[in-house]
């Protein structure tokens, strides 16, 4: 018994550290898998005093449900230095009208009732969850070199393409802003997008891209096959801003009328990850779980 016991004690701990999408492959390069993570996009604001309340814990509500959700902070565009003309085109695929501050879209979704506790949170990401009736596979290739980021994207494993589009958000994980710009007292702030290209799988005219401090972002270019697509962009990244900073997420989702709209796939890479837990693939602890069963079946076997 004393060698199951010690087998079990390594299962558990590999189940600890098992990381299934996340992979970097040298020190400058990073690469994740999957497409199951749901969008959350938040409209917010420095001038805001109902998201001085509720900003602060969106890092813990994101890093409590790891890669479940991907949030992107839309910074309003009106007398907020972290604003950009992206916040303003994201936020029309989903109204007609300018949102109140803060508003959340869960995959599109808006969770209504004003400022949003944990609970509400947390619904709203299991209703977002159960809502996907398929996920588009996605695979995202970034590298780092001489001032440029490489973005490589790949689906595969989709429901359908007729009227979706690739929507790629370079966002930097933290942003502290100057006292005197902080009108609501709020001088740090996350999940701040930076940058957005996007383009239509169907129609390669049809695209919108925003670079900002990240002037040379590129168009990209789709490259099809049967079972892939595969697409590339590249930005050069601000001298003060470094890499590890950075995170990027990568949607697949309709194209169409507000009431039509849909999320396919979502999957977001944390420039800089620790290659060593990362690394660690869900097959390594369901291959121990595999051998335990077979050795307790030969156990039994031979009572």
């Known amino acids: 018994m004393a060698p199951m016991r010690d087998l079990l004690i390594v ?24 497409g199951y993570t749901v969008l959350a996009e938040q409209f917010t604001a420095v001038w805001c005093d109902v998201c001085a309340d509720v900003d602060p814990w969106m890092p ?55 400022a949003p506790d944990r609970s509400s949170m947390h619904r709203q990401l299991l209703s977002a969850e159960g809502s996907r009736s398929d996920d588009t596979h996605i695979r995202i290739e970034a590298s780092f070199d001489s ?3 490489r973005i490589g994207t790949t689906l595969s494993d989709w429901s359908f393409l007729d009227q979706t589009q690739l929507s790629i958000f370079i966002i930097e ?3 502290t802003i100057e006292e005197s710009e902080a009108i609501n007292g709020v001088t740090n702030h996350h999940d701040v997008v930076r940058a957005y290209h996007e383009a239509s799988i169907n129609d390669e005219n049809d695209k919108w891209s925003y670079g900002g401090d990240f ?7 789709f490259t099809y096959s049967s079972s892939e697509i595969t697409f590339s962009i590249s930005a050069s990244i601000p001298l003060d801003v470094e890499p590890n900073e950075l995170s990027i997420v990568v949607v697949h989702e309709t194209i169409g009328e507000i009431e039509t709209q849909s999320t396919l796939g979502v999957l977001k890479l944390e420039i800089g990850d620790d290659s060593e837990n990362s690394l660690i693939s869900i097959s390594v602890p369901l291959a121990i779980m595999i051998i335990l069963s077979a050795l307790s079946f030969k156990a039994q076997s031979r009572k």
């Open 173 to 175: 994980d933290s942003v």
């Open 11 to 34: 299962a558990i701990i590999a189940l600890s550290f098992a990381n299934p999408i996340h992979a970097q492959t040298t020190e400058n390069s990073w690469s994740s898998d999957g």
């Open 215 to 221: 002037s040379s972002l590129s168009e990209g270019d």
């Open 147 to 149: 001032g440029n980021l």
């Open 60 to 114: 813990e509500f994101t890093e409590s449900n790891g890669n479940r959700v991907a949030r992107v902070a839309l910074h309003d565009d009106f007398d907020d230095p972290l604003g950009t003309p992206i916040t303003e085109h994201r936020v029309s695929r989903y109204s007609s009208e300018a949102p109140t501050a803060p508003s959340f879209w869960f995959d599109g979704e808006i969770l209504s009732g004003g």
